[in-house]
């Protein structure tokens, strides 16, 4: 079985004392459970953030004042030894929805009074008694369509709130049998490799076969869209998106680990690419963008049957020249 039990259980009781705090009292229970030399990576505006005090007082503070009676959703929760080495170490993933009344505005998007979600996932990387690092990755274009804004041109896919896995076995907070994690992590490794360039001469629904279930579905972030099936996943997005970029990077990981049928990575950034015309709408720019991204995946088999995407768009976005918060901002809201 796996040994990440008392990393677990860690992560367990800060979400449940960081939930439960009052505003006021947030920064004294982020600084109980995070190391003094917290590295804290989010998605723009936020970006990286050094130590508790800048991440309890610029995030969660004013975020629980926006979303009143918050609670967290969590619909997947796992743990695992980063196959990385540096920085290696076990590191705790949850990943759901951050659920609340939408009573004050955030970042400049009116508040609605109404039920709100922020996809999240987050990967923290645990040693000792403190969490030293965190990726915390948010779908902000996803609360901006909850609020009647249009951040982005039509997307090619749905836009949904999402579901957690269709086996609702995704909360893993007993260990897990440590063949299942391996069997995970090489279906991932193994998509990686033959997906990860754009370059193994396939046809796309071919390609796409080796890695993936026919009945896939791919939950991607607001302004790209969800889908489902290879052949609708391939219409509606990687064909597309392979089409709007050019000079794609190779791909680099921070942390990529895996526990019983699931796993995941994330990246700062990932890649780099392109844009050579079409994506999103947008036309070509020549500049290179970074892609900040979050995958997790449900295994079946030895086959990937479900992934959760976050992709910073924001940050894409403005390095190409366009700052949608900004641009939301003057848009007239009801």
Known sequence: MSDTQKEKSLVRAFYAALDGAEVADIPAVVAQYCDSTLIWRGFHPFNEMAGPEAVATQFWQPLRQSLTRMQRRMDIFMAGQNMYA?????????????????????????????????????????EGDMIKETAMYFDIPHLMMQAGLQPFPPQTAAHLVQPGPMTHDGLMFDAQPLEEGE?????????VSDLGQWNLGLPLEEELARSWHDDMIWWGPAGIGSTYTIERYAKQHSGPFRAGFKDRSATGHICRLAEGHYGGFFGWPNFTAIPCGGFMGMPATDKPGEFRVIDIYRREGDKLAENWIFIDLLHFWKQQGVDILARMQEVPQT
């Open 86 to 126: 540096d920085p290696g170490g076990v590191w705790v993933v949850s990943m759901g929805h951050l659920m609340g009344l939408f009573d004050a505005d955030w970042l400049g998007i009116r508040a609605t009074r109404k039920m709100a979600f922020l996809r999240y996932c987050a990967f923290h990387r645990v």
């Open 183 to 191: 069997k995970t992590l090489a279906a991932i490794n193994a998509m």
